[in-house]
């Protein structure tokens, strides 16, 4: 979605701000050395930080010393001798008077996850959360969340985080995808596991790479700057343009006072906007507040009683009143519907009015969603409420930060860069929704390989096993095969960079949902990135992979395609085989009959006498499709095809 951009005034200061951190006389470690930390096992673990320049810095562990000398900056660093994994250890780092005690340190293997909002995505919000939060009793998995931070340029230390136990009080809070992950890991691989959840929602792939991972140079990293205020002070001339100057406090919301919920005020002035529709796409491309008013009438008889009012999904905040009654509201939860019980004391007979105060952050803000989704519910009955409301702008942020996660570099800088000394064991990844568009969901294959190929690089700890998942499906399934699907693009992208040696990819084409891109299902996710670690990071000889295209042969109008990893070829509903469309030379996709023989799949339609090109799984949300594997793993998504 469009992203407001602050005023080059508050982009330059919040530059300034994220300049590297002045190292001062205290001694300090870098927040990954921390209470609950897991250590890498059978590695040489740094540990490093800051002090006084010159000062001498000793580190003992387990009884056992180390020492090293601040550099001229105050950089410091001492590394401990590889170990076997076990604990809990305890750790003590001095300097000049200063003392650091660091406690219930584990010697493991430690997982970097990283990617956009399905990584970002907690237990809490995932399916069965409460029953999962409340079983969870994992003290030897522990998750270190990396603050969504960002730089112009790479930065040593991270902005923020502290090791935490998975249990009760603090699993709802880890990355979904990287705990199912641990915890099915575990199971055989009986070591403490860390995880660096280091992600964040709606990222596209550049802000996570290097510029040389990008092929640019400094010159190429200042014109993102120069691009960046460009964009910046375009946004603001456009929102003057459409609202005028407006104040830099909410007018709306007086000392607590809710001036403009308030039934009698004249909003005769205000704007109109479709409701549900996110507010950049009613062309209102800001973070910050704005409140909504509409209204519904009540008889006499109906205001006796109370009603439910629904008001959709909102981001990221809201506060609703109902003639100026609060009857609720919800903070910094952007992905949850709306529905607030109005009491009879709140309401009179006719006209009665809604006002919704919307505070964004960031991406994409306001009511949005189905239009069913708005309604007042009067005994029993559903009133729709979607259709023109009253619009009006309380304040606008300059939350610079908000839309950094689109820019390319500066999630590498300061949320991966401060991580490179630490030694993993291998790297989880979800992400592409961002980059599934036409044009780039091809470049994204170049772009993830070389992602990865520098990451290892930077990291100097070897071609580390690198996981990811493909993207599920999602959005309407297709009538008819489509044979432009950016997803379909993309996820062949991702597939494509499993030519790069020691990778793997969990394929949940089963696992989405057609109206929410982000699949509540995470445990399977996690089920098999643990099945593909398990054979890539650890080799054992487990089936991680469904199905995978090898070739085909094309005879007697039929196409007769050979699969890897076809053992007890299979679908899952023991239906007729589905997902496959099959084209002729003039390239026009129809969905084809297919049968099952062996480890083949013979593949024909008597629309296409002559078949040259098959696809299967081939569209945004393949929801039909059910080659399975006995392993119970779906075929990834192919095309025979280059076109």
Same mark, same amino acid.
């Given at each position: 979605?469009?992203?407001?951009?602050?005023?080059?005034?508050?982009?330059?200061?919040?530059?300034?701000?994220?300049?590297?951190?002045?190292?001062?006389?205290?001694?300090?470690?870098?927040?990954?050395?921390?209470?609950?930390? /897991?250590?890498?096992?059978?590695?040489?673990?740094?540990?490093?930080?800051?002090?006084?320049?010159?000062?001498?810095?000793?580190?003992?562990?387990?009884?056992?010393?180390?020492?090293?000398?601040?550099?001229?900056?105050?950089?410091?660093?001492?590394?401990?001798?590889?170990?076997?994994?076990?604990?809990?250890?305890?750790?003590?780092?001095?300097?000049?008077?200063?003392?650091? =005690?660091?406690?219930?340190?584990?010697?493991?293997?430690?997982?970097?996850?990283?990617?956009?909002?399905?990584?970002?995505?907690?237990?809490? #919000?995932?399916?069965?959360?409460?029953?999962?939060?409340?079983?969870?009793?994992?003290?030897?998995?522990?998750?270190?969340?990396?603050?969504?931070?960002?730089?112009?340029?790479?930065?040593?230390?991270?902005?923020?985080?502290?090791?935490?136990?998975?249990?009760?009080? =603090?699993?709802?809070?880890? @990355?979904?995808?990287?705990?199912?992950?641990?915890?099915?890991?575990?199971?055989?691989?009986?070591?403490?596991?860390?995880?660096?959840?280091?992600?964040?929602?709606?990222?596209?792939?550049?802000? +996570?790479?290097?510029?040389?991972?990008?092929?640019?140079?400094?010159?190429?990293?200042?014109?993102?700057?120069?691009?960046?205020?460009?964009?910046?002070?375009?946004?603001?001339?456009?929102?003057?343009?459409?609202?005028?100057?407006?104040?830099?406090?909410?007018?709306?919301?007086? #000392?607590?006072?809710? /001036?403009?919920?308030?039934?009698?005020?004249?909003?005769?002035?205000?704007?109109?906007?479709?409701?549900?529709?996110?507010?950049?796409?009613?062309?209102?491309?800001?973070?910050?507040?704005?409140?909504?008013? @509409?209204?519904?009438?009540?008889?006499?008889?109906?205001?006796?009683?109370?009603?439910?009012?629904?008001?959709?999904?909102?981001?990221?905040?809201?506060?609703?009143? /109902?003639?100026?009654?609060?009857?609720?509201?919800?903070?910094?939860?952007?992905?949850?519907?709306?529905?607030?019980?109005?009491?009879?004391?709140?309401?009179?007979?006719?006209?009665?009015?809604?006002?919704?105060?919307?505070?964004?952050?960031?991406?994409?803000?306001?009511?949005?969603?189905?239009?069913?989704?708005?309604?007042?519910?009067?005994?029993?009955?559903?009133?729709?409420?979607?259709?023109?409301?009253?619009?009006?702008?309380?304040?606008?942020?300059?939350?610079?930060?908000?839309?950094?996660?689109?820019?390319?570099?500066?999630?590498?800088?300061?949320?991966?860069?401060?991580?490179?000394?630490?030694?993993?064991?291998?790297?989880? +990844?979800?992400?592409?929704?961002?980059?599934?568009?036409?044009?780039?969901?091809?470049?994204?294959?170049?772009?993830?390989?070389?992602?990865?190929?520098?990451?290892?690089?930077?990291?100097?700890?070897?071609?580390?096993?690198?996981?990811?998942?493909?993207?599920?499906?999602?959005?309407?399934?297709?009538?008819?095969?489509?044979?432009?699907?950016?997803?379909?693009?993309?996820?062949?992208?991702?597939?494509?960079?499993?030519?790069?040696? =020691?990778?793997?990819?969990?394929?949940?084409?089963?696992?989405?949902?057609?109206?929410?891109?982000?699949?509540?299902?995470?445990?399977?996710?996690?089920?098999?990135?643990?099945?593909?670690?398990?054979?890539?990071?650890?080799?054992?000889?487990?089936?991680?992979?469904?199905?995978?295209?090898?070739?085909?042969?094309?005879?007697?109008?039929?196409?007769?395609?050979?699969?890897?990893?076809?053992?007890?070829?299979?679908?899952?509903?023991?239906?007729?085989?589905?997902?496959?469309?099959?084209?002729?030379?003039?390239?026009?996709?129809?969905?084809?009959?297919?049968?099952?023989?062996?480890?083949?799949?013979?593949?024909?339609?008597?629309?296409?006498?002559?078949?040259?090109?098959?696809?299967?799984?081939?569209?945004?949300?393949?929801?039909?499709?059910?080659?399975?594997?006995?392993?119970?793993?779906?075929?990834?998504?192919?095309?025979?095809?280059?076109?």
């Amino acid at each position: 979605m469009l992203r407001y951009r602050c005023p080059l005034g508050a982009l330059f200061a919040a530059v300034a701000m994220a300049a590297p951190i002045e190292v001062s006389a205290q001694l300090r470690a870098s927040r990954l050395i921390g209470d609950g930390m /897991v250590m890498q096992r059978s590695a040489r673990v740094p540990v490093w930080g800051w002090a006084k320049p010159g000062a001498r810095v000793s580190v003992t562990f387990d009884g056992r010393r180390y020492s090293g000398t601040a550099d001229t900056a105050g950089a410091w660093k001492v590394t401990l001798p590889a170990m076997k994994a076990g604990g809990p250890h305890a750790m003590t780092i001095a300097s000049a008077g200063d003392t650091l =005690h660091v406690g219930d340190i584990l010697v493991g293997d430690v997982w970097v996850a990283s990617g956009q909002s399905n990584m970002e995505w907690v237990v809490a #919000n995932s399916n069965d959360a409460a029953r999962e939060i409340a079983a969870a009793n994992e003290p030897q998995i522990r998750q270190f969340k990396v603050p969504q931070s960002w730089a112009w340029s790479p930065e040593a230390d991270l902005a923020g985080g502290s090791w935490e136990r998975a249990d009760p009080a =603090h699993v709802g809070n880890f @990355t979904a995808v990287g705990y199912f992950f641990a915890r099915d890991l575990r199971r055989t691989v009986k070591v403490p596991i860390g995880i660096i959840n280091t992600s964040w929602g709606g990222s596209r792939i550049e802000p +996570w790479m290097s510029p040389r991972a990008l092929g640019t140079d400094s010159a190429g990293v200042a014109k993102v700057i120069a691009d960046e205020n460009a964009l910046a002070q375009k946004a603001i001339n456009e929102l003057r343009a459409k609202i005028g100057d407006v104040a830099d406090h909410d007018p709306g919301l007086v #000392n607590g006072n809710a /001036v403009w919920a308030d039934p009698a005020l004249d909003q005769s002035a205000w704007a109109s906007i479709e409701t549900p529709k996110t507010w950049e796409l009613a062309g209102y491309s800001m973070d910050g507040i704005a409140w909504y008013r @509409t209204s519904f009438d009540l008889t006499p008889d109906e205001a006796k009683s109370g009603v439910t009012l629904a008001l959709g999904m909102i981001d990221d905040s809201d506060d609703s009143w /109902v003639n100026g009654h609060r009857i609720g509201g919800m903070q910094n939860v952007w992905n949850v519907q709306r529905r607030y019980e109005v009491p009879a004391t709140a309401l009179v007979p006719g006209r009665n009015v809604i006002a919704v105060r919307v505070e964004d952050t960031g991406g994409g803000g306001g009511i949005y969603g189905e239009p069913d989704s708005l309604y007042v519910q009067v005994g029993g009955v559903k009133r729709p409420l979607a259709g023109s409301w009253r619009f009006k702008v309380g304040t606008i942020s300059a939350n610079v930060s908000a839309s950094m996660n689109q820019v390319p570099t500066v999630l590498w800088n300061k949320m991966v860069h401060p991580l490179l000394p630490y030694p993993i064991k291998g790297a989880l +990844w979800y992400q592409g929704e961002s980059n599934a568009y036409p044009g780039a969901a091809f470049e994204y294959r170049t772009q993830f390989a070389n992602m990865i190929t520098d990451w290892r690089k930077r990291w100097g700890v070897g071609a580390f096993p690198f996981l990811w998942v493909q993207l599920a499906n999602y959005m309407a399934p297709d009538a008819a095969p489509n044979p432009n699907s950016a997803w379909a693009m993309l996820r062949e992208s991702q597939t494509a960079t499993l030519a790069l040696p =020691h990778t793997g990819q969990a394929v949940i084409i089963d696992l989405g949902e057609t109206n929410d891109i982000h699949p509540k299902n995470k445990q399977d996710v996690g089920k098999r990135l643990a099945l593909s670690a398990r054979k890539v990071a650890y080799g054992e000889a487990v089936v991680y992979s469904g199905p995978t295209y090898r070739s085909h042969t094309v005879r007697g109008g039929r196409v007769t395609l050979l699969l890897n990893n076809a053992n007890g070829l299979h679908t899952r509903d023991a239906g007729p085989v589905r997902g496959f469309a099959i084209a002729g030379a003039d390239r026009s996709f129809v969905w084809a009959n297919a049968t099952i023989v062996g480890n083949h799949v013979s593949v024909w339609s008597d629309k296409v006498p002559q078949p040259v090109a098959v696809r299967y799984a081939w569209g945004d949300n393949p929801l039909d499709a059910n080659l399975y594997n006995a392993a119970g793993l779906p075929a990834t998504p192919f095309r025979t095809d280059r076109w």
